[in-house]
């Protein structure tokens, strides 16, 4: 493996009894060829000294912001100047809460914050840690500033206890940052995302919608920037923070999100159907609030234009991808709906499992098949799936 030949690593170590596994992490990136500095938090040396880690990469591991090793007294600004990546494995619930709001009282987090280059964390605590309110927007923040989250994965823990805040296995996180690394599979790509349900007006207070949060969408469009390519985003009635290098078009009908599909299509290369869009709207919505009158309205429905299959009839059509959210027979509905639009791929989940959630999985149908992707963060689906497509691209 020399596939990190040339590439210079920051490993953040972190106090956790996954820490041990970082050695493994720090062995496997040698051996692929990077050059890679250690920098521990004073709690993480409990679990696993810095000799460790000064045997594994032939260089010093740093734990003090003061260390006399950097003449300067500058080491939260030279240390990762000539970094391409920092890597912290394992990150903590405390670290992620540092780098979120951007707090430093120690090297590692001072690094982090006076940083240059990218930023990936791997995080590792105990389930309810990493369940917990605080905790996840915490990750919302970081993953909105641009910042690589790679796990958790669900598991057995340190504590005894089974659930999500796993870290990611050594070899799983090495891939991720190869991934970082390497080429951009979808640079020089323009790809369109929907996300999030759409809102069909009753009245002028007053609208049919659905559970749709626009998680999995706004991932999609995340792991598609992370993939290099020109992103734009479709989304409809949600309040989430636009990822990184995402360019964003808000829509609240069914009606807007496919005018303004349909304006950002013209050339792309991938469309990605993640939204939630509502099959009918009101045809005789009414022009003010709507009072008791002791009579029930009488609603009008009309269909809405389906956007898919509308992208999917163009001469020059993009790659199409679909989503199908069902509540039961999957496989069934979704082959069906796959066969019906005439696309290339499905992305399909079962909604009760996933509306709302910050985890999902997901089966995959295609002419192969079917391809399925573990219950995970939904910013770890949606890079498999951005894998997948770009495994079914046309060659340039």
């Known amino acids: ?80 100047r000539d970094r391409d990546l920092i890597v912290v494995a394992p990150a903590t619930a405390d670290f992620i809460a540092k780098a979120a709001h951007g707090l430093a009282d120690d090297l590692l987090s001072t690094l982090a914050l006076a940083r240059e280059c990218p930023m990936m964390l791997a995080p590792a605590m105990n389930r309810q840690m990493w369940e917990h309110p605080a905790t996840q927007r915490n990750a919302r923040m970081l993953t909105a500033d641009g910042v690589l989250l790679v796990g958790p994965e669900a598991g057995d823990q340190a504590c005894g206890e089974t659930g999500m805040g ?60 992370e993939a290099g390519a020109r992103v734009t985003l479709v989304a409809g009635t949600v309040s989430l923070a636009t990822p990184a290098g995402v360019e964003r078009v808000n829509v609240v009908t069914a009606r807007e999100m496919h005018a303004a599909v349909m304006a950002a299509v013209a050339g792309a290369h991938v469309f990605i159907a993640v939204a939630a869009v509502a099959d009918y709207h009101v045809k005789n919505a009414a022009a003010h609030k709507l009072k008791k009158n002791g009579e029930l309205p009488k609603l009008e429905l009309e269909e809405n234009p389906d956007i898919l299959a509308s ?86």
């Open 1 to 80: 493996m020399t596939e990190l030949v040339g590439k210079r690593i920051l490993l953040g170590v972190t106090g956790g009894i996954a820490a041990y596994k970082a050695a493994l992490l720090v062995r496997s990136l040698v051996t692929a060829g990077a050059d890679v500095q250690v920098v521990m938090t004073e709690a993480a040396t409990a679990f696993v000294g810095p000799a460790t880690f000064q045997a594994l990469s032939g260089k010093p591991a740093f734990t003090d912001m003061w260390d006399a090793r950097i003449p300067n007294g500058m080491g939260h600004i030279e240390l990762s």
């Open 166 to 225: 796993r870290m990611l296995e050594p070899d799983a996180i090495h891939a991720e940052i190869v991934r970082a690394l390497g080429p951009k599979s979808l640079a020089g790509r323009h790809v369109v995302v929907t996300a999030g349900p759409t809102f069909e007006p009753i009245d002028t207070v007053r609208g049919m919608t659905n559970l749709s949060s626009g998680k999995m969408g706004f991932a999609v469009a995340q792991a598609a920037a």
């Open 311 to 396: 992208v999917a009839a163009l001469p020059e059509r993009p790659f199409c991808v679909g989503f199908a959210a069902e509540t039961e027979n999957l496989r069934e509905y979704a082959q069906a709906k796959r066969r019906k639009k005439r696309i290339p791929l499905l992305a399909a989940n079962l909604a009760q499992h996933a509306f709302g959630r910050d985890d999902n999985a997901l089966t995959l149908f295609d002419d192969s098949g079917e391809h399925h992707f573990d219950r995970a963060p939904k910013i770890v689906v949606a890079r498999q799936l951005v894998a997948h497509i770009v495994a079914m691209l046309p060659r340039r």
